[in-house]
Nanobody, 130 residues
Framework: QVQLVESGGGLSQAGGSLNLSCATS????????IGWYRQAPGTQRELVAT????????????VKDRFTISRDNTKNTVRSHTVDLHMNNLKPEDTAVYYCYAKASHISGSVGIYGEHEAWGQGTQVTVSA
């Protein structure tokens, strides 16, 4: 299965900026969709932003015009994909654990594309103070 390694996050004051990055590993994959979800204490995990294989983006209304998701195409070989989330004008309500998410399939020279599955990172804390 694809593995996701997150980096970034931390502490910011309201109005500040933070960046998150997520890298895939664990084999040779096609990444159909990749992005970020978040979960604040006592709430359900919710979508933040995702970007598809063909570059289409999807943002939660609460982060539109403040957050930008991007895939690093120079690094997007079949063995390594990265996705970044640039978070600007942060608000206290952005405080949460942010999880990288991916929907991926294996690639095999003999079989082709197979075994679609989903994966989650371990999460990284983002805290925004008022």
């Amino acid at each position: 299965q694809v593995q996701l390694v997150e980096s970034g996050g931390g502490l910011s004051q309201a109005g500040g900026s933070l960046n998150l990055s997520c890298a895939t590993s664990g084999g040779t994959f096609v990444i159909h969709n990749i992005g970020w979800y978040r979960q604040a204490p006592g709430t359900q995990r919710e979508l933040v932003a995702t970007i598809s294989e063909d570059g289409r983006t999807n943002y939660a209304d609460s982060v539109k015009d403040r957050f930008t998701i991007s895939r690093d195409n120079t690094k997007n070989t079949v063995r390594s994909h990265t996705v970044d989330l640039h978070m600007n004008n942060l608000k206290p309500e952005d405080t949460a654990v942010y999880y990288c998410y991916a929907k991926a399939s294996h690639i095999s020279g003999s079989v082709g594309i197979y075994g679609e599955h989903e994966a989650w990172g371990q999460g990284t804390q983002v805290t925004v103070s008022a």
